[in-house]
């Protein structure tokens, strides 16, 4: 097992704006499959990034009268501060704008399709919408505008290099049909099918350099400097990059490919077609699994900083912390589908399956531990139940976390039951034996809540093998 590898993606996100609980999800997603694997002794890697080549974020950037690079530092630097009060526990934060860490393999990337004979240079018309950074068509309009963004797009007449992406339909369909490349779940996989049926049109992969972008901005064309890649293509290379595909060295070697990319449903052409066509093109084999998740959203629509109904995950952190907001997203919400949240589920939430629940069983089992038990008990750990780890492999974290709540039902009837803080009383040495098995069914407990709340996890731990108090752990609000 010790030797068995786990890489795991997130996408990286733009930096036009803060990130919202929508791009939370992703992230605490993420965080809970790679955490739940290195508990598993699997050697395991971790990236999450940001996307900085962007239209958006340069516009983003003008509007507040801040130079973009300047912008983009604030920006992104959010974003870690974001991702450490979540506690992500990321191995590597790629940013596409690392002229070392990202940009020899993005071109590196490039040259190989275009030694595949796979690139060519066309006049392109069209439009394009800086919201989805992609070209869209006059079909997609309604009154004239993106539909998502509520803009109008972009007239652009260019040169363009394109990518031959209708040459690999055939293949990604073929490998996605024998299970190579597995897309999960099956309904995205059948929506990709279907777009797959259609057949793949060429994209175009490269734009001219704008002549408002800073230097730093944007990966050059290897061998046309008046050119630069269009954004796709250099962020989803960012899942090799990363990994030091330039020189393929040692991360390379051992991680790629990924185990997992998790992504949400809006990108999931970029990822199942576009991503596996140049990977192929490139004779990189592809990543073993696509996780496709829905959409937070906020009064049934989705949560976007353009709708205007976005939940600041720092609000929510602030006043229920960290492992609070990270059980809400891992338990509430399906994987597989659009959640909810509004603040007063999210608080009935907290009272119910958190300060009634877990903090209250803790409260329970350890002021019996502490007054009825010599000091150092030490329970073995135990097995994982099958329900547990079956639902993490097939990443579905709420049902892993339900099998976690249905335990801790179970103990609080069980402390009804057999009653310990009477027989102590009667019978001592029985006493203990109850408060004793209660202690270790509560140690195990706190190893399954590892990936999922990994403070309160730790607290359980040394509460039980070191005799140190848990304290309140979730205070009711009211
Ligand atoms: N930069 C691209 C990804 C490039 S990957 C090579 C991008 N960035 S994003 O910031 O717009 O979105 C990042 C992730 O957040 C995506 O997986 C997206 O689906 C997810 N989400 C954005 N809003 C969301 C919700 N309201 N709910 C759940 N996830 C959402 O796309």
Redesign the pocket.
């Known amino acids: 097992m010790a030797d068995k590898k786990f890489y795991i993606t997130?996408?990286?996100?733009?930096p036009n704006a803060k990130l919202?609980l929508?791009?939370a999800?992703?992230t605490t997603l993420s965080d809970i499959l790679a955490r739940y694997h290195r508990l598993m002794g699997e050697k395991t890697y971790f990236l999450t990034g940001s996307?900085e080549n962007t239209q958006k974020m340069v516009e983003a950037a003008r509007k507040e009268g801040k130079e973009p690079l300047v912008f983009l530092d604030e920006i992104v630097s959010k974003f870690s501060s974001l991702f450490k009060e979540l506690d992500i526990s990321y191995d590597q934060f790629i940013r596409t704008t690392d002229q070392k860490a990202h940009w020899p393999g993005a071109q590196k990337l490039w040259g190989k399709l275009a030694d595949s004979g796979d690139i060519y240079k066309k006049g392109y018309e069209g439009l394009y919408c800086v919201g989805h950074e992609a070209f869209i068509t006059e079909k997609d309009l309604v009154d004239g505008k993106c539909p998502d963004h509520g803009t109008v797009p972009e007239f652009l007449k260019e040169e363009n290099y394109f990518f031959k992406l209708s040459k690999y339909t055939e293949p990604i369909k073929a490998k996605i049909l024998s299970g190579e490349l597995e897309i999960c779940p099956q309904s995205r996989r059948n929506e990709i099918l279907a777009l797959l049926e259609e057949g793949l049109e060429d994209v175009s992969f490269s734009r001219p350099r704008k002549a408002d972008w800073p230097q730093g901005l944007g990966v050059p064309v290897p061998g046309d400097n008046s050119q630069v890649m269009y954004v796709?293509c250099d962020?989803?290379a960012?899942?090799i990059t990363a990994l030091g595909y330039a020189n393929e060295g040692d991360l390379y070697k051992t991680f790629w490919p990924a185990n997992v990319q998790v992504?949400?449903?809006?990108?999931l052409r970029?990822h199942a077609a576009i991503w596996p066509a140049m990977l192929i093109s490139a004779g990189v084999p592809l990543p073993k699994a696509l996780l496709v998740?829905?959409?937070?959203?906020s009064g049934g629509k989705?949560?976007?900083k353009t709708l205007g109904n976005v939940i600041d995950p720092e609000e929510l952190l602030a006043e229920y912390g960290t492992d609070a907001v990270r059980y809400f997203l891992a338990r509430h919400i399906s994987p597989f589908e659009d959640g909810d949240i509004t603040r007063e589920a999210f608080k009935d939430a907290y009272n119910a399956d958190l300060a009634n629940g877990l903090g209250n069983l803790v409260a329970r089992i350890m002021k019996l531990a502490e007054d009825n038990l010599e000091r150092g008990a030490r329970p073995e750990p135990e097995e994982f139940p099958h329900e547990y780890t079956d639902a993490l492999k097939k990443f579905e974290v709420n049902k892993a976390a339900d099998v976690i709540w249905e335990r801790i039902k179970l103990l609080d009837q069980q402390i009804t039951d057999t009653a310990p803080f009477k027989v102590i009383k009667t019978n001592p040495e029985e006493g203990k034996e109850l408060i004793l098995a209660l202690t270790q069914e509560l140690y195990g407990i706190g190893r399954m809540l590892n990936p999922f709340m990994p403070t309160t996890s730790k607290i359980i731990k040394e509460a039980i093998v070191n005799n140190k108090k848990p304290g309140n752990l979730f205070v009711r609000k009211e």
Do not use: C, R, V
């Open positions: 997130t996408p990286i996100f733009y919202h929508g791009h999800y992703t996307d796709w962020a989803l960012n899942y992504l949400g449903k809006d990108i970029f998740h829905g959409f937070i959203t989705k949560m976007s």
